[in-house]
């Protein structure tokens, strides 16, 4: 049992750790899901599966490696519950996911930052929004997370130069998409 005891965390350390890191696993949680209460039930179970590998001794390697363990646990949690409500959808036949995508989208910011202004962040989310998933899930590791391409790689099972060639080319397509809007006159830089 003191084995056990050793390897968990305290109350105190386990909020210092998730005041550190929530915001991010958060973040990338809203990118792998459909909205922002399932990023918090992905990430809530991401959380209990650490906790209990943590108590029963099974997790392999020290608290180092629960930021690439629950990085890829969310992925793989937020697939899972992809397949299941297409599935649901499917037999059910109801098809309101748009008008539900568009309130979540208008209610729900991804980046909480007091400097960041309202527009430049509609501008950002509306981006990554609709760049295709294997690029925006790059630059989220990359820029908000603090991840290096190999950490990436590992995360997400790719090769450091496939997640450095995604972030490139995301970044690019990014910033496309930006300076058409200040063309347009939808963004004041």
């Known amino acids: 049992m003191s084995a056990v005891t050793s390897l968990s965390p305290s109350a105190t350390a386990w909020r210092a750790w998730l005041t550190a890191n929530g915001p991010r696993l958060l973040l990338f949680a ?87 202004g309202e527009e430049t962040r509609g501008q950002l989310e509306a981006g990554l929004k609709e760049l295709p998933t294997k690029f925006s899930e790059v630059i989220l590791l990359k820029i908000w997370s603090d991840k290096t391409f190999a950490e990436i790689g590992v995360m997400l099972q790719i090769s450091q130069n496939t997640a450095a060639s995604r972030y490139r080319y995301g970044l690019e397509m990014l910033k496309r998409k930006l300076v058409e809007s200040k063309t347009k006159g939808d963004l004041s830089l």
Not at 42 to 53: F, P, R, S, T
Not at 61 to 82: E, K, N, P, S
Request: aromatic share 8%; hydrophobic share 35%.
């Open 30 to 116: 809203k990118n792998q899901t459909r909205n922002a209460q399932d990023a918090e039930d992905v990430l809530q179970d991401a959380l209990v599966k650490l906790v209990e590998k943590l108590n029963d001794g099974s997790f392999d390697g020290g608290q180092d490696m629960w930021m690439a363990y629950l990085y890829t646990t969310i992925r793989r949690q937020a697939i899972d519950l992809g397949r299941k409500d297409d599935r649901r959808r499917k037999r059910e036949d109801f098809v309101s996911d748009e008008i539900e995508a568009e309130a979540a989208v208008k209610s729900d910011p991804w980046f909480e930052s007091d400097a960041s």
